[in-house]
Every structure is written in structure tokens, then in C-alpha cells.
């Protein structure tokens, strides 16, 4: 899918602008061109919902997303370079986290975006066939958009009226008020959108469905979630769960059957989404996708060891719990299929008797003895104390889940790796967690067993098969961080479940400072000290 970049054009956004505390706004567009005389052409309203797309990018695949969907929960610990330990580990989170204001920018002006074009459509000359598919395109990102913001903010401001200009007010709409548009949006686009696509990134009617499954498992309304997850599961629209869960994450791979929807990034990586002064002034400072660089471990500070292309540029962000490693078994190849344990000599300057290509470094959720070894061992106890926290903030098992090595250089930050919002796996897992829900755990067994068949290695699926009697909800949330760890929906999980206080309190010793109010984000402080109308518009209770 072609992206879209402002070119002379601004689009005000109201509820965003006000993230900035001064008074008054100078709009200038030289060109001349408006949006009302470029919506109104079939071709100018393609760009509107290319635009609309492009929002997505500012979650998935960046920093900011990662902070605000993986970490705080029980599956991840700050590394050494994370740059927003507020939200991995609840300690004076407050409404000036930097990536909370830039997600709460970019979905406001992604829903005024879509707002726009809804509300636009009937006059932008479009085809018959076409409208009611575009329109549709639009309200399931309405609805895609709105679901971030109200699960990470609760009841804030809700319209579907396109803003124009600087506004100086906002509202405060109840959970339930969204949750109903949510699911109007989705019912629509799943009425009028094609069963698939030739312009990849666009969404279709199962990936819609798909994604109607989770808000109705988010809503409570299992049976509505389960009969939602199976018809996509039963529709005959081709997906299927690849025989091996490594080769999901493989550069070459990355269009196969088994992606329902995902955000794109192009390959050539100027048209991604990188900011630039001329052509996108309006884009983000390290563009592209940057999950290669988040998990990464500091290994170009050991002996054999230089910085390459293969291994990635460590940022090290984040880092596995201790937690995390052991929910793995040994029959479960989604442990090798995810993280990387060795690092293999690489430098023309090597401990004596190690050649070009031996382990360099090993690192391991286990204990092993260093006697005799040449090689640098980061196991257990030496990156983790006895309670589980964090010991070595530099050094531990990777998740390689998103490395790049068609980057073009070592220290290049932007990669071209799509990013999987919603797996196939994710519809028998919507699938047993409504059954469960419903008071049916035989069927939730069944479904898991499906995901945890392909996860089985070689001769272990007998081992890896599960009864109704094991299938509980905490059995269930440990499947879903064996299956999707890092896939920007972790957080999302823990709360919808309930289980989010109870599950970081107990596995993640390094983020037990989480109270109940965590359980939504602070609105910027920018936005609340923006509003004129402060005794509606407050800041979310336990934040300043």
C-alpha cells in the first residue's frame, strides 16, 4: 500500500494541537490547497485513507508502542538502555512520559483523520464499489485507533465529528460509549470489506472479523468472541499456522498465510514513515520499524565480539523476566523459535584457541557451569538474583523475534520487517479463552492444543497437549506470552483479563511499585493543562 505524506497540506487535529500550552496557533500553507478541494476528488480521498493507514506505524514498530503494550507486565524487565522506566516499572509515571504524549498525538489525529473521510465520503466522487469499501477501511481504523486510546486511557475525549483548527475544550465519554462504537465500526467493515486484497496492508473482512473477536473478548461477550474467532478459523479464507513457529520471523517470510493483518513497512525505506525536513516534517525521528533494536542484548563489548549486521544494534531496552524464560518447556520450540542464546565469534581478535565462528557468548535460563569454557556465560545467576530481579542489565537472553539482517549497514536503525498485529494462533487463543470463560474448558483444551501442536519440537507433541482439567486463565495468559512475547499485546492481555496488579506483583519483582490506578495511563499533561474546561476535562485519578 502506497504511503501518504503532507505535502504543503495541515491538518489540524484539535484534540492533539492542544497538546502544545500556547495560546494561539499560526497556520500557514503556502500552497493554497485545502482539504475540502482535495477530498473531494476520488484520487485526493485515496490519500486521506493512505494517511489514515499510516498512523499505525507510530505504535507498531516503534519505541513508544512497545512501552506502552509490553512493558509494565509480567513478561519484561527494563535493560540497561531503557529509556522509560516509568512505565516498565510504575515508579513516578506521570502525564510527562514522552511516549505516552506521542501516542496519545498520533491516535487523536489518526480518529480526526478518519472522522474526516467518513464524514467526507459522500462528496469525494467515488465509484459505487468503491465507497462503501473505503468507508469501511476507515471506520475499522476508527475503531482500531479508538481501542488503543480507550484501553490505555480509559473514558477520555470521544467525537466522530472531524476537528478543524485549535480547539480549547475536551470531553470525558464513558468506557462503555466507545466500546459501542468500537463494535459498530467493526460490524460495518466486516459487512462491506473484501474477503482479501492485492494492495497488502489493507484490511480485510476476516482480518476485522479477527480483530471484532478481540474487542468482544475485551467486552466480556465470549460467546459473541468465540462464534467471531471461528469464523474466521472456518471461513475458508486460506490462513493456516506455518509448521514451524521460527519460520514466522524469517525476513523473506514475512507474507505468509498464517498474518491476518498487519502494518506494513516498505522496503525501500524512504517511503516509510522516518522523519524529514521537506518531504515529512511530521514523521517519526527514527522511522521504519525499530524493534530489532529494543531487545537486544550489549554483546559488542565482549571479548571475539564486534558490532555486525547479523547480530543487530543493541539498544537494550528490554529484557526478559526470569519469569518469562521458565514458562518455556523443553519440548517447546517456541523458546529457540524467539530468543538468542549464543553469539558467535566474529573479530580478529579472539581469546587464545578460539577460532572464527566458535561461541563467543552464551546466554542461558539455566545454570551452567563455567569450568573450562572459553566462551562468556550469562546464565540465571548471573543475570537475575535469587527473588527474580534484575542482576546484569547488559547481558541476557534476546529475543531475536524481530531481527534484521537485510539491514544494509550495522548501525542502521530502520528495518523493512512488517509487524504482526494479528496472527492466526491469536483466533484458537480468543477461541479457548471464551470457551474457558463460558464455563467450557474441554473445548478451551482443544483450541490451545492447536497453537501448542505446532509449538511442539519433533516428537514431543504427545508432552505438549493439555486437558480441560490444566486449562485455567492464568494457563491460558502464560500460553499467550509463550506464543505472542513482544508482539505489542501483552499489556492489552494482563488487563483485560483482570490480571494485570495480580500477575506483576507476583512475577515481575522488578515492577511491583504498580498500584490500581495503573491500570490506565496518565493523559498528557500538555493536553489537561491546555483545556479551558479543567474541572470536566482532569487528569486520570493517583497521576499529576
Same mark, same amino acid.
Given at each position: 500500500?502506497?504511503?501518504?505524506?503532507?505535502? %504543503?497540506?495541515?491538518?489540524?487535529?484539535?484534540?492533539?494541537?492542544?497538546?502544545?500550552?500556547?495560546?494561539?496557533?499560526?497556520?500557514?500553507?503556502?500552497?493554497?490547497?485545502?482539504?475540502?478541494?482535495?477530498?473531494?476528488?476520488?484520487?485526493?480521498?485515496?490519500?486521506?485513507?493512505?494517511?489514515?493507514?499510516?498512523?499505525?506505524?507510530?505504535?507498531?514498530?516503534?519505541?513508544?508502542?512497545?512501552?506502552?503494550?509490553?512493558?509494565?507486565?509480567?513478561?519484561?524487565?527494563?535493560?540497561?538502555?531503557?529509556?522509560?522506566?516509568?512505565?516498565?516499572?510504575?515508579?513516578?509515571?506521570? %502525564?510527562?512520559?514522552?511516549?505516552?504524549?506521542?501516542?496519545?498525538?498520533?491516535?487523536?489525529?489518526?480518529?480526526?483523520?478518519?472522522?474526516?473521510?467518513?464524514?467526507?465520503?459522500?462528496?469525494?466522487?467515488?465509484?459505487?464499489?468503491?465507497?462503501?469499501?473505503? *468507508?469501511?477501511?476507515?471506520?475499522?481504523?476508527?475503531?482500531?485507533?479508538?481501542?488503543?486510546?480507550?484501553?490505555?486511557?480509559? %473514558?477520555?475525549?470521544?467525537?466522530?465529528?472531524?476537528?478543524?483548527?485549535?480547539?480549547?475544550?475536551?470531553?470525558?465519554?464513558?468506557?462503555?460509549?466507545?466500546?459501542?462504537?468500537?463494535?459498530?465500526?467493526?460490524?460495518?467493515?466486516?459487512?462491506?470489506?473484501?474477503?482479501?486484497?492485492?494492495?497488502?496492508?489493507?484490511?480485510?473482512?476476516?482480518?476485522?472479523?479477527?480483530?471484532?473477536?478481540?474487542?468482544?473478548?475485551?467486552?466480556?461477550?465470549?460467546?459473541?468472541?468465540?462464534?467471531?474467532?471461528?469464523?474466521?478459523?472456518?471461513?475458508?479464507?486460506?490462513?493456516?499456522?506455518?509448521?514451524?513457529?521460527?519460520?514466522?520471523?524469517?525476513?523473506?517470510?514475512?507474507?505468509?498465510?498464517?498474518?491476518?493483518?498487519?502494518?506494513?513497512?516498505?522496503?525501500?525505506?524512504?517511503?516509510?514513515?522516518?522523519?524529514?525536513?521537506?518531504?515529512?516534517?511530521?514523521?517519526?525521528?527514527?522511522?521504519?520499524?525499530?524493534?530489532?533494536?529494543?531487545?537486544?542484548?550489549?554483546?559488542?563489548?565482549?571479548?571475539?565480539?564486534?558490532?555486525?549486521?547479523?547480530?543487530?544494534?543493541?539498544?537494550?531496552?528490554?529484557?526478559?523476566?526470569?519469569?518469562?524464560?521458565?514458562?518455556?518447556?523443553?519440548?517447546?520450540?517456541?523458546?529457540?523459535?524467539?530468543?538468542?542464546?549464543?553469539?558467535?565469534?566474529?573479530?580478529?581478535?579472539?581469546?587464545?584457541?578460539?577460532?572464527?565462528?566458535?561461541?563467543?557468548?552464551?546466554?542461558?535460563?539455566?545454570?551452567?557451569?563455567?569450568?573450562?569454557?572459553?566462551?562468556?556465560?550469562?546464565?540465571?545467576?548471573?543475570?537475575?538474583?535469587?527473588?527474580?530481579?534484575?542482576?546484569?542489565?547488559?547481558?541476557?537472553?534476546?529475543?531475536?523475534?524481530?531481527?534484521?539482517?537485510?539491514?544494509?549497514?550495522?548501525?542502521?536503525?530502520?528495518?523493512?520487517?512488517?509487524?504482526?498485529?494479528?496472527?492466526?494462533?491469536?483466533?484458537?487463543?480468543?477461541?479457548?479463552?471464551?470457551?474457558?470463560?463460558?464455563?467450557?474448558?474441554?473445548?478451551?483444551?482443544?483450541?490451545?492444543?492447536?497453537?501448542?501442536?505446532?509449538?511442539?519440537?519433533?516428537?514431543?507433541?504427545?508432552?505438549?497437549?493439555?486437558?480441560?482439567?490444566?486449562?485455567?486463565?492464568?494457563?491460558?495468559?502464560? *500460553?499467550?506470552?509463550?506464543?505472542?512475547?513482544?508482539?505489542?499485546?501483552?499489556?492489552?492481555?494482563?488487563?483485560?483479563? %483482570?490480571?494485570?496488579?495480580?500477575?506483576?506483583?507476583?512475577?515481575?519483582?522488578?515492577?511491583?511499585?504498580?498500584?490500581?490506578?495503573?491500570?490506565?495511563?496518565?493523559?498528557?499533561?500538555?493536553?489537561?493543562?491546555?483545556?479551558?474546561?479543567?474541572?470536566?476535562?482532569?487528569?486520570?485519578?493517583?497521576?499529576?
Amino acid at each position: 500500500m502506497r504511503n501518504f505524506i503532507y505535502k %504543503g497540506l495541515i491538518i489540524f487535529a484539535g484534540i492533539t494541537a492542544l497538546a502544545s500550552c500556547k495560546k494561539d496557533l499560526i497556520e500557514k500553507n503556502p500552497s493554497g490547497i485545502t482539504a475540502e478541494s482535495v477530498f473531494t476528488t476520488p484520487a485526493g480521498f485515496e490519500s486521506l485513507v493512505n494517511a489514515a493507514y499510516s498512523y499505525q506505524r507510530w505504535w507498531y514498530g516503534k519505541e513508544e508502542g512497545y512501552s506502552l503494550s509490553e512493558m509494565g507486565t509480567d513478561i519484561w524487565a527494563s535493560g540497561a538502555g531503557d529509556v522509560t522506566t516509568d512505565l516498565t516499572n510504575y515508579i513516578n509515571l506521570q %502525564g510527562t512520559n514522552g511516549a505516552i504524549t506521542t501516542e496519545w498525538q498520533a491516535l487523536y489525529a489518526a480518529v480526526n483523520l478518519c472522522n474526516a473521510g467518513v464524514n467526507k465520503i459522500a462528496g469525494a466522487g467515488l465509484s459505487p464499489t468503491v465507497r462503501p469499501v473505503r *468507508e469501511a477501511e476507515l471506520r475499522f481504523l476508527r475503531a482500531f485507533y479508538y481501542w488503543h486510546i480507550v484501553e490505555a486511557w480509559g %473514558g477520555v475525549h470521544f467525537t466522530l465529528q472531524e476537528t478543524q483548527g485549535v480547539i480549547t475544550t475536551a470531553n470525558k465519554t464513558p468506557v462503555e460509549t466507545f466500546n459501542k462504537q468500537i463494535v459498530d465500526d467493526l460490524l460495518f467493515a466486516v459487512a462491506n470489506l473484501p474477503a482479501t486484497t492485492t494492495d497488502y496492508g489493507r484490511v480485510t473482512k476476516p482480518a476485522a472479523q479477527a480483530f471484532l473477536a478481540r474487542m468482544y473478548l475485551t467486552q466480556k461477550k465470549n460467546a459473541e468472541a468465540r462464534d467471531m474467532a471461528l469464523a474466521v478459523i472456518n471461513g475458508g479464507y486460506g490462513f493456516t499456522l506455518l509448521p514451524a513457529y521460527a519460520d514466522l520471523w524469517k525476513m523473506a517470510n514475512l507474507k505468509n498465510r498464517e498474518v491476518v493483518y498487519a502494518v506494513n513497512y516498505s522496503t525501500n525505506l524512504i517511503q516509510n514513515d522516518l522523519r524529514d525536513d521537506i518531504l515529512n516534517p511530521l514523521g517519526h525521528s527514527r522511522g521504519s520499524n525499530n524493534g530489532h533494536l529494543m531487545f537486544a542484548m550489549k554483546y559488542d563489548d565482549q571479548p571475539a565480539m564486534i558490532r555486525d549486521i547479523l547480530n543487530g544494534r543493541p539498544f537494550n531496552r528490554y529484557m526478559p523476566t526470569r519469569f518469562l524464560l521458565d514458562l518455556y518447556s523443553a519440548s517447546d520450540s517456541r523458546y529457540e523459535g524467539s530468543f538468542k542464546t549464543a553469539w558467535l565469534a566474529n573479530s580478529t581478535i579472539r581469546p587464545a584457541g578460539m577460532r572464527l565462528g566458535d561461541t563467543a557468548i552464551l546466554a542461558s535460563k539455566a545454570v551452567v557451569p563455567a569450568s573450562g569454557k572459553l566462551y562468556k556465560i550469562y546464565d540465571r545467576n548471573a543475570v537475575y538474583n535469587a527473588n527474580g530481579t534484575v542482576k546484569d542489565q547488559l547481558h541476557f537472553v534476546t529475543l531475536s523475534k524481530f531481527d534484521d539482517p537485510t539491514r544494509t549497514s550495522a548501525n542502521e536503525a530502520q528495518s523493512a520487517r512488517d509487524v504482526f498485529v494479528i496472527r492466526f494462533a491469536e483466533l484458537y487463543l480468543i477461541a479457548a479463552e471464551a470457551e474457558f470463560n463460558l464455563g467450557n474448558p474441554g473445548a478451551a483444551a482443544t483450541y490451545l492444543n492447536v497453537v501448542r501442536t505446532r509449538a511442539a519440537k519433533p516428537g514431543m507433541v504427545a508432552a505438549m497437549q493439555v486437558t480441560g482439567a490444566q486449562v485455567t486463565l492464568d494457563f491460558i495468559l502464560d *500460553e499467550r506470552a509463550r506464543e505472542f512475547a513482544g508482539e505489542q499485546i501483552r499489556w492489552f492481555d494482563l488487563k483485560r483479563s %483482570g490480571k494485570l496488579l495480580e500477575r506483576v506483583k507476583t512475577y515481575n519483582p522488578n515492577a511491583v511499585a504498580i498500584q490500581d490506578f495503573n491500570l490506565v495511563r496518565p493523559i498528557p499533561r500538555a493536553q489537561v493543562d491546555a483545556v479551558t474546561n479543567k474541572d470536566e476535562f482532569k487528569q486520570n485519578p493517583g497521576y499529576q
